[in-house]
């Protein structure tokens, strides 16, 4: 009789119809930073990399010859690295922007595998390129309305500090320094100010700094730094940074003292004197 029932429950099964796959979201939410930066306008891309078959994981076919099984358990560092090589790949994916609130949403998802990439923190910190599957699991239930939260970490901080170049005392005085994408200082990041000390954000991995205001009574220097975060430590010029903390020496204007006034009129006069004996002698040969 069980057997007889478990049949009809296969028939009764075959003919019903089956329900189309629901659509899904994606909502990207950030969280407060300490600093309590802006979460406006921070831009994202996400792009499908591998479309849900029979509740199996495809690769789409620009990441098809990526050798990784997404049906496996992958560890955190396996992760990592096949978020590495997506990346490497040329995809173009979807771009929204978060609100003032720090909320983006991507709308009529379809099932898949989905990276979620960073590429403009505006004024926010920085972020990692992270991985998500709609649906995703949730205890007993699918959910395909994801909710992810990105994690953060504060930029790498630069300290710089003007000093005078012979007593080597911080100098306590309006400076500006602008920031640059490039060596030759044409495309310009941001301008800086502050009295004899300045804070600068590392929110690119490698930005050129020059001085664009020497503090009063200093010369304007044209040196170029090269500054670099690597492995979240700060270089300047190839050197490691001990405490983020960077000295920035000045030379002062040379105002001549009055010994070297006089002394330089008396050159000068003598030199004139010279031309004048000079050319009257020349005078006399001629004659």
Known sequence: MKKIGLILMMLLCSVLPVKASELGSITIELQDSVDELSKENVEFEIVQV???????????EDFEDIDVDLNSVLKAK???LLIEEIKSKKYEGIRCRTDENGIAQLMDVEDGFYLIDPVNMNEYETMQPMVVSVPEWDEEDLVYHVVVYPKHSPFEKLILKKVDHKTK???LDLIEFT?????DCKEEIKTYKGNGTISM??????MYVKETKAPSGYVLSDKVLCVEVKDHELYVDNEKLESNIFMFENQKIHVPTGIEYHGNIYVTLGLVALVIILHLINKKLRK
């Open 179 to 183: 920031s640059y994408r490039d060596k």
């Open 201 to 206: 954000l590392m929110r690119d991995q490698k």
């Open 169 to 171: 005392k911080e100098i």
């Open 50 to 60: 591998a479309k849900l078959v029979d509740g199996y994981y495809v690769w789409n």
């Open 78 to 80: 396996e992760m990592e």
